[in-house]
């Protein structure tokens, strides 16, 4: 049996054979036609094989959302090679850890981080700088920059009968660095297959159609901002509207003027949205499909949209896992409030207990969630010890969220297994009790932590961002929580500040937050435990 050629060029260029001219993508006030697309695709690809890249080469892009990122990781599939897009928020040192670690051969820049390259360039494996001249989001120097090859440059001989090299599932497609919030971030394998097998998923549950209308604004290095929609959109017959970062009022704007179909976007963006004047008005009527993940989802959330006739359907799943693994549909938004939904059609999810890999099989017993599936990753690029320790015996992935199910199957994800609080031996999630507290009429954004405590080993403080005006007491936040959570798991401390930092993807940044909780002593309330 011949292996199917699953390679997203391929996908691009039998798009734009049959509907050359539909529109593909719109940026910055332009429009962009499926055939433009595929030529420049195409003109790219040619241009990275004449400065030397080869397949299975490492090609990596630093910049913003833009349809040059997304043209790169085509051109680089087109030629077998492996795309590597980076953080555009980590500073030089962790730009050089990822680049050492990628072994990049060319590395693709905006001017806006080039002097971060730069910077750093010295200790650098890459053979070929390009900078990105075709952008006038990103304008680079009139003059050449030596030792910089202008993007123009590589696009400028045609290229309309360069074949591309054909990708099957277990092909590496490309490398996606994780946060990093606890260590070094770790390359995260995925092949063609993860990919393609995560579009089949999504396709086989979600209300998706060839025509779709989607936003692409969370960032593309973040892997549901670049495969949840954005790419099985972009090859199947619609439209991506591309932001370069998130801007709410500029959200709302393009849901209303373009009609958006279908959307994936962090809790942390609906909610800003959420905030505007102009939400309660807003024709969302265009807005059938959208897709809340990578982030705890509050359920005061759900309920704002559901009152405007938008019901987000909650997913659950990480980088590893391309990244779906559970999904709720959407009639299930209300009776399964909070619930991530249960496994894809073609993914399998399980729970065990911390530590083991004995099931956990009961319902609303928690335990550590699990997934084996053709979209998980095979592992970490140069890291056989963190694959050998995320992979059981069996070929389980150890996700490290901790999870019940309910007695109908659906999956409801407490927290991350290292955000765990144990005070006096009681085991806190924090995530659990930030889902309570962000309920209360004076929170606009919580972090609960655990910190030292000579009594009890850790205890529970909630750092908290407030409406204008409102600063509520520990008390009053404690009697507001009291009402749905044990006493143990109940903030005995608080901290109140301006914004509480997330990182691109919406995840709360728990290490910063917790050595800051524990050393400052500005608003801090103590009560008995």
């Known amino acids: 049996m011949t292996a199917v050629d699953i390679s997203p060029a391929a996908a691009l260029y039998r798009r734009a054979r049959y509907a050359p001219d539909t529109a593909a993508l719109h940026y910055e006030g332009r429009t962009i036609a499926a055939g433009e697309v595929a030529r420049t695709v195409r003109q790219l690809a ?36 492996v795309f590597a897009p980076l953080n555009f928020r980590l500073a030089a040192t962790e730009i050089r850890q990822i680049l050492l670690n990628c072994d990049a051969r060319v590395l693709i820049v905006e001017e806006g981080h080039r002097a971060l390259v730069e910077s750093v360039r010295a200790d650098l ?9 075709t952008d006038p989001a990103c304008p680079a120097p009139e003059q050449p920059v030596p030792g910089w090859l202008p993007l123009s440059t590589l696009l400028a001989e045609p290229a309309d009968d360069f074949v591309p090299v054909a990708r099957h599932e277990n092909d590496i497609a490309a490398l996606l660095y994780t946060s990093g919030t606890t260590g070094l971030p770790k390359g995260v394998i995925l092949t063609h297959g993860n990919i393609w097998w995560n579009a089949v998923n999504v396709d086989s549950v979600v209300d998706t159609r060839h025509n779709d209308v989607t936003l692409a604004v969370a960032p593309l290095f973040h892997i549901g901002g670049l495969n949840a929609l954005t790419l099985r959109t972009l090859l199947r017959g619609g439209l991506v509207i591309v932001r370069r970062a ?15 179909g279908v959307l994936f976007a962090v809790p942390a963006m609906f909610a800003a949205v959420a905030r505007l004047p102009g939400f309660p008005t807003a024709d969302l009527g265009a807005l059938r499909s959208a ?13 704002d949209y559901a009152a405007r006739g938008v019901l987000l359907q909650q997913a659950w799943g ?31 999810v399980r729970l065990v207990r911390p530590g083991t890999d004995t099931p956990v099989d009961a ?34 992935f ?3 969220d901790i999870a019940y199910r309910d007695q109908d199957g659906f999956y409801y994800v407490v927290d991350r297994l290292k955000d765990m609080i144990i005070s006096g031996g009681e085991n806190v999630y924090p995530a659990e009790v930030e889902r309570v507290i962000i309920e209360h009429p004076d929170v606009m954004d919580v972090a609960v932590v655990g910190i030292s405590d000579p009594r009890w080993g850790e205890t529970v403080v909630a750092i908290l961002s407030c409406r204008p005006g409102a600063e509520p007491t520990i008390e009053q936040i404690r009697d507001f929580a009291g009402l749905q959570l044990a006493r143990y798991k109940l903030p005995t401390q608080l901290r109140i500040i301006d914004s509480i930092p997330r990182n691109p993807s919406g995840k709360l940044v728990k290490g910063p937050l917790r050595e800051w909780a524990e050393k400052i002593q500005g608003t801090t309330t103590n009560v008995p435990a």
């Open 246 to 260: 998130f801007e709410p009022q500029q959200f709302l704007d393009d849901l209303i003027e373009f009609r958006v």
């Open 398 to 400: 150890h996700t490290g």
């Open 363 to 396: 319902a609303d017993l928690r335990g550590e969630l699990c997934v084996q599936g053709p979209n998980v990753t095979p592992g970490y690029w140069k890291n056989p010890e963190a694959t050998g320790t995320a992979f059981d015996s069996a070929g389980w």
């Open 318 to 348: 990480l980088t590893e896992t391309a990244p779906f693994a559970t999904y709720l549909p959407a009639e299930l938004t209300m009776d399964k409030l909070g619930s991530a939904g249960v496994p894809m059609p073609y993914t399998k």
């Open 291 to 303: 897709i809340v993940a990578g982030a705890p989802v509050p359920p005061a959330l759900i309920r």
């Open 46 to 81: 040619a241009g990275l094989t004449r400065i030397g890249l080869a397949k299975d080469d490492r090609v990596a892009y630093l910049g913003y959302n833009s349809p040059v990122l997304l043209e790169a990781m085509l051109a680089a599939a087109h030629l077998g090679a």
């Open 125 to 133: 494996p890459t053979h070929d700088y390009v900078l990105v001249d």
